[in-house]
T-cell receptor
Framework: KAGVTQTPRYLIKTRGQQVTLSCSPISGHRSVSWYQQTPGQGLQFLFEYFSETQRNKGNFPGRFSGRQFSNSRSEMNVSTLELGDSALYLC???????????FGQGTRLTVV | GEDVEQSLFLSVREGDSSVINCTYTDSSSTYLYWYKQEPGAGLQLLTYIFSNMDMKQDQRLTVLLNKKDKHLSLRIADTQTGDSAIYFCAESPMNTGFQKLVFGTGTRLLVSP
């Protein structure tokens, strides 16, 4: 059974640009969550999608957005990139009502 | 509020037991988790415990939960060099489902031969 797949694994962008990251959950999982990991702030929750609807949201500015498609794949977008957006972005998927959340390998975004 | 704290570093010798500690503040949390992160990798779910349990054992891993003190620990028996990694505890606050996890700062475990 394939795990959570995130693409791309690495990304370098210039300040001011925008970026889209993709996450394919484990087959059958309809909940997808996104997290940002930085050395300074640690792991922080961005948002969660279930059945194409945002169900939970963390404390991030509106430049961070996401969406989920009917096949449960999710994308997150960051507009007007800032140097501080450089981070490892992790996606997790889970079955509805189940406590386990399984993470992908992450996308490492570097903003220069 | 939600806040999870861990010590930053633990060093043990191969074959010893490791105990990683965590304190949390949200008494309404439904589940508490331990994740492992190796360099350049994502998070691997090791184990989790429901908030009404005191202990859970899974092979070399033992989780202890003290609800009164809001203290969670992970014991790794017979620690191996392959256990060297960063270990995160996390809680899932009530009413947010299981998908909004609040993570601790992580404990870096170094296992020496």
């Amino acid at each position: 059974k394939a795990g959570v797949t995130q693409t791309p694994r690495y990304l370098i962008k210039t300040r001011g640009q925008q970026v889209t990251l993709s996450c394919s959950p484990i087959s059958g999982h309809r909940s997808v969550s996104w997290y940002q990991q930085t050395p300074g702030q640690g792991l922080q929750f961005l948002f969660e999608y279930f059945s194409e609807t945002q169900r939970n949201k963390g404390n991030f500015p509106g430049r961070f957005s996401g969406r989920q498609f009917s096949n449960s794949r999710s994308e997150m977008n960051v507009s007007t990139l800032e140097l501080g957006d450089s981070a490892l972005y992790l996606c997790a998927s889970s079955l509805e009502g189940q406590a386990e959340a399984f993470f992908g390998q992450g996308t490492r975004l570097t903003v220069v | 509020g939600e806040d999870v704290e861990q010590s930053l570093f633990l060093s043990v010798r191969e074959g010893d037991s490791s105990v990683i500690n965590c304190t949390y503040t949200d008494s309404s949390s439904t589940y508490l988790y331990w994740y492992k992160q190796e360099p350049g990798a994502g998070l691997q779910l090791l184990t989790y415990i429901f908030s009404n349990m005191d202990m859970k054992q899974d092979q070399r891993l033992t989780v202890l939960l003290n609800k009164k003190d809001k203290h969670l620990s992970l014991r790794i028996a017979d620690t191996q060099t392959g256990d060297s990694a960063i270990y995160f505890c996390a809680e899932s606050p009530m009413n947010t489902g299981f998908q909004k996890l609040v993570f601790g700062t992580g404990t870096r475990l170094l296992v020496s031969p």
